[in-house]
C-alpha cells in the first residue's frame, strides 16, 4: 500500500513538475520571444529554418532524444521518461492556446527571470524523482552514469551551446537574456533537487559524552556515533559525540548539551544530504531493535 502511494505521489510530482516548465515556456519564454536552450531552442531553430511549429519541434526533439536515452540508460529510464516526454508538447500546446499567457508581461527582464525560477523548479521537481524532463536531459544524464559529472552544470553548457546555434537569428540583447534564463534554471534546479535534503551535522566534544549521547537519543530521537579524541594541549584521550539533525532541531540540541556540560564545545557544519535510518529509511527505535536481538 505505502509502495503504491509513493509511486502516485512520484507520478504526480512528475506531472506538476512538466507543467511548471511547459508553463514558462508559453507564459514567458515564446511571448516575449527570449531565445531558449533545452528541445525548445532546438525547436525554435527548427521553427526559423524549416517553419516547424515549435510544439511538432519539441516532439520531434523529444522522441530522438528519448531513443538515444532508453538505449543507453535502460528501461528503467525510459518507463519514467516516456510520461515527460508525452506530457511536455502536450501542456506546450494546451498552454499556447490560452490568450491571458500571452500577455502576463512585456518586460523582458521580468520574464527573463521568471522564466529561469519557473523552469528550474520545474526541471528539478522531476529530476529529483529520478525521472527526466526528456530532451536535453538526457545527454546530461548519459555523461553522468558514465563519468559522474554535474547533471545542472552539464544542462546549462548544453543549453548555451543551443543559445549560440541561436546568434545567427537573434539580436545580441536576446542572447544576453537567453544566457540569463540558463543561469537562473540552472541555479533553482540544483536548489529544488537538494531542498529538503539538507541536514546539520554536529560534533560535540565533552568529557560527559555517555550522558550527552544518551539524551540525544531519548529526548531527540537521533542517533550517535562515538569519535576518538585526543586533546590537543594535554594529549587526553576521550570521545566526541557525533550527530546528525535537522536545522530547527539546533536549538533544542544545544540547549540540551549547554544543560549537561555548559563547557561543551560544539562544532555544526551542513551536509548536503543524509541517507540511512531515520533519514532516507523509516526509523527503528532502539527498544524494537532490544526486543529482536532478545527473541533471536
Known amino acids: 500500500m505505502k509502495q503504491a502511494a509513493k509511486q502516485i505521489r512520484s507520478v504526480g510530482v512528475v506531472v506538476l513538475g512538466n507543467a511548471i516548465l511547459t508553463f514558462a515556456i508559453a507564459a514567458f519564454v515564446l511571448p516575449n520571444r527570449l531565445i531558449s536552450g533545452g528541445v525548445t531552442g532546438i525547436a525554435l531553430v527548427f521553427e526559423h529554418f524549416f517553419a516547424m511549429d515549435v510544439s511538432a519541434g519539441?516532439?520531434?526533439?523529444?522522441?530522438?532524444?528519448?531513443?538515444?536515452?532508453?538505449?543507453?540508460?535502460?528501461?528503467?529510464?525510459?518507463?519514467?521518461?516516456?510520461?515527460?516526454?508525452?506530457?511536455?508538447?502536450?501542456?506546450?500546446?494546451?498552454?499556447?492556446?490560452?490568450?491571458?499567457?500571452?500577455?502576463?508581461?512585456?518586460?523582458?527582464?521580468?520574464?527573463?527571470?521568471?522564466?529561469?525560477?519557473?523552469?528550474?523548479?520545474?526541471?528539478?521537481?522531476?529530476?529529483?524523482?529520478?525521472?527526466?524532463?526528456g530532451g536535453m536531459d538526457i545527454p546530461p544524464l548519459i555523461l553522468n552514469k558514465y563519468f559522474g559529472w554535474s547533471v545542472p552544470a552539464l544542462i546549462y553548457v548544453f543549453d548555451t551551446a543551443i543559445l549560440l546555434t541561436q546568434v545567427f537569428f537573434s539580436t545580441s540583447e536576446q542572447v544576453l537574456y537567453g544566457i540569463a534564463v540558463v543561469l537562473v534554471t540552472s541555479l533553482v534546479m540544483d536548489r529544488v533537487m537538494v531542498m529538503g535534503k539538507n541536514q546539520t551535522q554536529v560534533t560535540i566534544i565533552t568529557p560527559r559524552y555517555e550522558e550527552v549521547a544518551q539524551a540525544v537519543q531519548e529526548k531527540l530521537d537521533r542517533g550517535c556515533t562515538f569519535l576518538e579524541t585526543v586533546s590537543g594541549h594535554l594529549h587526553r584521550p576521550g570521545r566526541a559525540v557525533m550527530t546528525v539533525i535537522s536545522q530547527r532541531e539546533l536549538a533544542a540540541l544545544n540547549k540540551l548539551v549547554q544543560g549537561i556540560d555548559g563547557e561543551a564545545f560544539l562544532v555544526i557544519s551542513k551536509v548536503n544530504e543524509v541517507r540511512g535510518r531515520g533519514f532516507s529509511m523509516g526509523k527503528r527505535h532502539t527498544a524494537a531493535v532490544s526486543d529482536q536481538a532478545a527473541r533471536g
Open 58 to 133: 519539441v516532439a520531434v526533439a523529444n522522441g530522438v532524444l528519448f531513443l538515444a536515452g532508453a538505449v543507453v540508460l535502460g528501461k528503467k529510464f525510459a518507463l519514467t521518461t516516456l510520461l515527460s516526454t508525452v506530457l511536455y508538447p502536450v501542456f506546450l500546446s494546451l498552454f499556447r492556446q490560452l490568450d491571458v499567457l500571452q500577455h502576463l508581461t512585456q518586460d523582458t527582464l521580468l520574464a527573463a527571470l521568471y522564466a529561469g525560477i519557473l523552469m528550474g523548479a520545474g526541471m528539478g521537481l522531476v529530476i529529483r524523482e529520478g525521472s527526466s524532463t
